[in-house]
């Protein structure tokens, strides 16, 4: 009782249990890279920085735009340790496990690829209904620029967003059946985003990594997943390469789907680490009651990205 009283005073959440701590989690990562980057503006505007000509192009801006969510998923992950009391290997599941799931995990991106065209449909889907696309921009890629580039936007991505949604967030969801848990957090993953463009593919990786996570243990073999996925984006844009023509796009696409197929089917069907799943009602409650504030505010901004 002690101990929990004194949890109790060094936590607004109150005691600890793995559903509030993702839900809320999910909450503060949907508004916390918003406040941290306009106290970031108004340092800037105080040191005159934002009046110099189209200073929103620049490198030193963009990379902040890019550093902003991965600095605030680092001070969240801080707080989560704190309020957990739990080891980060158990908490933010960063420890080893059997070295197949790397395999896996590296077929499942190749997979991934297969869903591109899926992806390239619901926007064409979307610009019917009046959606325009904007493009994302990126520090200069040229020279030693690219790999400042793969550190901020592959590198670092790959490492926070996995230990926040399939560490911290995939945690939470331990009450839900595993479909259940991989698809809530495949689906959170790409709300997060709020970018209609992403929604669709963002779900697909959300919902594999996801899964692979509940079958290894361990965020290791998806973060490499990730890094991969966003380092051969960027190698695409070094080489300028936008698009595929029809024979190199089946040649990527058959191969692709087979691996995809092959990796799921295997994590599904044939892997047997079955992890133990805690039916707790009230937890399932809770994570939704503590992750309702950041659920709403990611569909208010995907709608309003939507309508331009």
Same mark, same amino acid.
């Given at each position: 009782?002690?101990?929990?009283?004194?949890?109790?005073?060094?936590?607004?959440?109150?005691?600890?249990?793995?559903?509030?701590?993702?839900?809320?989690?999910?909450?503060?990562?949907?508004?916390?890279?918003?406040?941290?980057?306009?106290?970031?503006?108004?340092?800037?505007?105080?040191?005159?920085?934002?009046?110099?000509?189209?200073?929103?192009?620049?490198?030193?801006?963009?990379?902040?735009?890019?550093?902003?969510?991965?600095?605030?998923?680092?001070?969240?992950?801080?707080?989560?340790?704190?309020?957990?009391?739990?080891?980060?290997?158990?908490?933010?599941?960063?420890?080893?496990?059997?070295?197949?799931?790397?395999?896996?995990?590296?077929?499942?991106?190749?997979?991934?690829?297969?869903?591109?065209?899926?992806?390239?449909?619901?926007?064409? *889907? @979307?610009?019917? /209904?009046?959606?325009?696309?904007?493009?994302? #921009? +990126?520090?200069? %890629?040229?020279? $030693?620029? &690219?790999?400042?580039?793969?550190?901020?936007?592959?590198?670092?991505?790959?490492?926070?967003?996995?230990?926040?949604?399939?560490?911290?967030?995939?945690?939470?969801?331990?009450?839900?059946?595993?479909?259940?848990?991989?698809?809530?957090?495949?689906?959170?993953?790409?709300?997060?985003?709020?970018?209609?463009?992403?929604?669709?593919?963002?779900?697909?990786?959300?919902?594999?990594?996801?899964?692979?996570?509940?079958?290894?243990?361990?965020?290791?073999?998806?973060?490499?997943?990730?890094?991969?996925?966003?380092?051969?984006?960027?190698?695409?844009?070094?080489?300028?390469?936008?698009?595929?023509?029809?024979? *190199? @796009?089946?040649? /990527?696409?058959?191969?692709?789907?087979?691996? #995809? +197929?092959?990796? %799921?089917?295997? $994590?599904? &069907?044939?892997?047997?680490?079955?992890?133990?799943?805690?039916?707790?009602?009230?937890?399932?409650?809770?994570?939704?009651?503590?992750?309702?504030?950041?659920?709403?505010?990611?569909?208010?901004?995907?709608?309003?990205?939507?309508?331009?």
């Amino acid at each position: 009782m002690k101990n929990q009283r004194e949890q109790n005073k060094t936590s607004f959440l109150g005691d600890y249990t793995p559903a509030k701590a993702a839900g809320a989690a999910f909450s503060i990562a949907s508004v916390l890279p918003t406040l941290l980057f306009f106290v970031v503006l108004i340092v800037l505007s105080l040191l005159g920085l934002t009046k110099q000509e189209n200073y929103a192009q620049s490198d030193w801006y963009l990379y902040l735009s890019f550093l902003m969510p991965q600095i605030a998923f680092f001070l969240l992950l801080l707080y989560v340790l704190s309020y957990s009391k739990k080891p980060k290997s158990v908490a933010l599941k960063i420890r080893k496990c059997p070295y197949k799931y790397y395999v896996v995990a590296i077929l499942l991106q190749i997979g991934l690829l297969s869903l591109s065209e899926l992806n390239s449909l619901f926007l064409r *889907a @979307l610009e019917h /209904i009046g959606y325009e696309g904007s493009e994302i #921009l +990126l520090p200069s %890629l040229d020279g $030693l620029g &690219f790999v400042g580039v793969l550190i901020v936007v592959a590198l670092l991505p790959a490492v926070m967003e996995e230990v926040m949604f399939r560490g911290v967030l995939l945690s939470g969801l331990r009450s839900f059946k595993t479909g259940w848990a991989v698809v809530i957090c495949g689906a959170l993953f790409s709300l997060y985003h709020q970018n209609p463009a992403q929604t669709v593919y963002q779900f697909c990786c959300g919902v594999c990594f996801a899964l692979v996570v509940v079958r290894s243990g361990s965020v290791l073999p998806t973060m490499l997943s990730h890094f991969l996925n966003n380092a051969f984006i960027l190698v695409l844009t070094k080489i300028g390469v936008t698009s595929f023509s029809t024979p *190199a @796009l089946i040649a /990527i696409v058959i191969p692709s789907a087979i691996c #995809l +197929l092959g990796t %799921l089917a295997y $994590l599904i &069907f044939f892997d047997k680490n079955v992890p133990e799943r805690d039916e707790d009602v009230g937890e399932k409650k809770r994570f939704f009651k503590y992750a309702s504030l950041g659920i709403v505010v990611c569909v208010i901004v995907w709608i309003s990205v939507l309508l331009g």
